[in-house]
């Protein structure tokens, strides 16, 4: 695989803590390298059925991989104060030197709405997040630092367990201008899977606000996360994605949606079809491979995969042996 880097996105909203832990082992052990683990306080839909906290998890996976690890993605707005998350993000790299990132967005309502309140329309989220990297920037530099911002403030303090480097900062987003903002103030990037158009046009962007600040934006971390459904047969593979992730197929914006339940009852109206240029289902390694491909042609980075069955000790061991070495920059 030379210098491709495949990891595995650990789904929090499907499996439990310790299950979740060993097939973070075992991914490593199959080829894959790093692990970007889901911040969930809900499942998107019952059936999924967990939702444990992501920072304690990514603290025992530390323990038992040697990879990358970082969450995909924490919210530094809602659930969690920014000056929370950036204790959080300093512990796990005083941990694990050399090893963690962390990833950011504007949140969901599933997971950042269960205090109730307003929930603000997505711009304002977005200047949100961005102020939350911002105070998060002033505390890693382990200096004693204030905020008073439109959104948070925060008294003079300091970071007093604070590694040096920090955690890098990637901010999460499908969106041109949030991408733009993102090469310009923060670290790096993670985008998921869509159109080799709009990946591309994200990564463009990205590159610009980055070279506009003076970066290189070449030496800068591009992550892609990538729902897949592969089993033995394209039957099995369906059903896996019809049951086990049917928001994949949904084609709308689902930052605003509150309740599992709620996504149960979107989920009775998703069909076969509507995976369709949105995720790969598939028994055949070589489809799943070529989509992979096509994001590292693209420039992406480093790529975590999430194959959204119950199968993955199967699944990890036919895409280590049939996959990962095929892959190539």
């Not at 950042?112 to 920037?137: C, D, S």
């Not at 790096?188 to 980055?210: C, M, N, W």
């Not at 149960?264 to 070529?290: N, Y």
Request: net charge negative; proline share 7%; hydrophobic share 40%.
């Amino acid at each position: 695989m030379s210098d491709v880097k495949i990891g595995y996105a650990a789904a929090l909203e499907q499996f439990a803590p310790q299950e979740m832990i060993q097939l973070c082992e075992t991914a490593e052990q199959h080829g894959f390298v790093g692990t970007m683990a889901a911040d969930h306080f809900q499942p998107w839909v019952p059936q999924q059925g967990q939702a444990s906290y992501v920072w304690n998890v990514l603290s025992a996976v530390g323990q038992r991989t040697t990879g990358d690890l970082g969450p995909g993605v924490t919210c530094p707005t809602f659930r969690h104060h920014p000056a929370v998350v950036a204790q959080a993000a300093a512990t796990l790299e005083a941990m694990y030197p050399g090893r963690t990132w962390l990833g950011l967005g504007s949140g969901e309502a599933l997971n950042e709405h269960m205090f109730g309140g307003y929930w603000p329309e997505a711009p304002e989220r977005i200047r949100m997040m961005f102020e939350a990297v911002e105070l998060i920037q002033k505390l890693f530099t382990g200096k004693d630092v204030k905020h008073s911002g439109e959104f948070f403030k925060l008294h003079s303090v300091r970071m007093w367990t604070m590694p040096s480097p920090p955690p890098p900062i990637l901010v999460a987003t499908a969106g041109p201008i949030t991408a733009k903002k993102a090469g310009a103030r923060c670290d790096g990037i993670i985008t998921p899977g869509a159109t080799t158009e709009k990946v591309a046009g994200v990564l463009a962007k990205f590159d610009e606000g980055a070279a506009a600040a003076g970066k290189d934006p070449s030496t800068m971390p591009k992550l892609l996360q990538l729902h897949l459904s592969w089993a033995p047969t394209d039957e099995e593979a369906l059903e896996n994605a019809m049951t086990e992730w049917p928001n994949g197929g949904m084609k709308f914006a689902k930052q605003d949606v509150r309740s599992p339940f709620d996504f149960a009852q979107m989920a009775a109206l998703v069909r076969p079809e509507d995976f369709e240029g949105r995720m790969v289902i598939s028994s055949d390694p070589d489809a799943h491979r070529a989509e992979i491909q096509r994001f590292l042609d693209l420039g992406i980075s480093q790529l975590y995969l999430h194959n959204v069955g119950r199968n993955q000790t199967e699944w990890l061991d036919v895409f280590g042996r049939d996959v990962l070495p095929a892959l190539h920059r």
